[in-house]
């Protein structure tokens, strides 16, 4: 194995501010807190704030509403009053491509002119949308690759979230008018933080929206039906489950600390042992809410029968699965996928062990929207840019 990458390098976990560049304040990433401030601030009396945030809250979380005017339980005279003070904002839509088997893959735009790339996939009995919490990533996984851009910013709150509501707003997936929540099937069933960037170095404002997500008035997801997914911020971990509560799911994909480090360079600050203490303490591990160890499956890396035993050994204790991820190959990519018959070997020997091991279907791979190909066509241009200047020897 001659991929390698450097030592992930420490992020602090800084919230993002708005930009107060942008013009009037947006309301969407504010907490219930947050809303209420805000709305004081700007003449709501005091003993109406609580009654005011319910109401704004449903119609932008629940309803979609994005303009004031609409919000027809409020008296025209506050409409006016929102409207001169605030806005209601979500990151700008710039493309949209759909593969064969229906998966959609958004590229949005955010402030300060940057992207980042969502992913829709549908199925029959949910619809599960991946949501970046950075622009770039600063983990550097030699298989990923999100992880060849570099870390641009952490996205705000409003940002994260601000994902959901778009991709509902492409899909029409809000409750209608007159209409109460549950009268009709949920297109964005689910919610998974597997976009670009590591959810844990922006914890904040990965908190702040998915609470704004899981709020029963709005947009309304049980935690049950968030995974967050994280290549192993050992510290951060006990602390998602006390402030987040959501499902976990541990980017793994190795078994040794020697073959990790290369493929996920975390490892070198937060080995194997570290990192598996702390999954045995994450405070929702029950049978009923098991961790999730993602692996992708690497030709001749780690998708060996020894592999899968050790593999078996180190999650003993921790109620698992185990999601093997056949390698979505992208250009450039230094590794390759595993034989189906390697891998469907690998995955019979974890559920001869008692784990279930699903093998996971490659979703989008014709648009590049597949687990480890996010990347933004900003930066994939650039990059082919400067292919083309070595090539012609520039």
């Not at 702390?278 to 049978?287: G, I, Q």
Request: hydrophobic letters at 40%.
């Amino acid at each position: 194995m001659t991929a390698s990458a450097p030592i992930t390098q420490d992020v602090l976990t800084i919230p993002r501010k708005e930009d107060a560049t942008l013009g009037k304040p947006n309301l969407v990433g504010l907490t219930r807190d947050g809303l209420r401030d805000a709305l004081i601030a700007a003449g709501t009396p005091e003993k109406q704030a609580k009654m005011r945030v319910g109401q704004v809250w449903q119609w932008i979380y629940q309803k979609g509403v994005r303009d004031f005017a609409d919000m027809t339980n409020l008296s025209k005279d506050y409409r006016a009053l929102l409207d001169q003070h605030f806005e209601i904002r979500v990151p700008e839509l710039v493309s949209k491509q759909v593969s064969t088997d229906g998966t959609r893959k958004y590229l949005v735009r955010i402030a300060g002119g940057h992207e980042v790339e969502v992913v829709y996939i549908p199925e029959e009995d949910r619809g599960t949308l991946c949501v970046s919490s950075q622009v770039g990533c600063t983990l550097t996984c030699s298989f990923c690759h999100t992880g060849t851009q570099k870390l641009v910013r952490n996205l705000t709150a409003g940002e994260i979230v601000g994902q959901i509501m778009m991709a509902r707003d492409d899909l029409e997936d809000w409750v209608p008018a007159g209409k109460g929540m549950g009268e009709r099937p949920r297109l964005v069933s689910n919610i998974v933080l597997m976009g670009m960037g590591e959810p844990l170095y922006n914890f904040d404002a990965v908190r702040d929206a998915m609470k704004i997500a899981m709020d029963g008035e709005g947009i309304s997801l049980s935690r049950r039906r968030i995974t967050l997914s994280t290549s192993g911020v050992v510290p951060e971990i006990a602390r998602a489950g006390a402030e987040i509560g959501c499902m976990l799911a541990i980017s793994f994909h190795a078994t040794d600390d020697e073959t990790r480090d290369k493929l996920v360079p975390i490892n070198k600050k937060w080995n194997i042992e570290k990192l598996l203490a702390a999954l045995k303490e994450y405070p929702k591990l029950s049978n009923s809410e098991r961790i999730t160890f993602e692996y992708v499956m690497l030709d001749g890396v780690n998708d060996s029968d020894e592999d899968a035993r050790r593999l078996i050994k180190l999650i003993e204790g921790i109620p698992a699965k185990i999601n093997l991820i056949p390698f979505n190959e992208w250009p450039g990519a230094p590794y390759k996928r595993s034989s189906n018959n390697r891998i469907r070997a690998f995955a019979n020997i974890i559920y001869q062990a008692g784990y279930a091991s699903p093998i996971r279907t490659p979703r989008g791979e014709d648009i590049m929207a597949a687990c480890g190909q996010l990347k933004s066509e900003t930066e994939r241009a650039r990059k082919s840019k400067a292919e083309i200047a070595r090539e012609a020897g520039l």
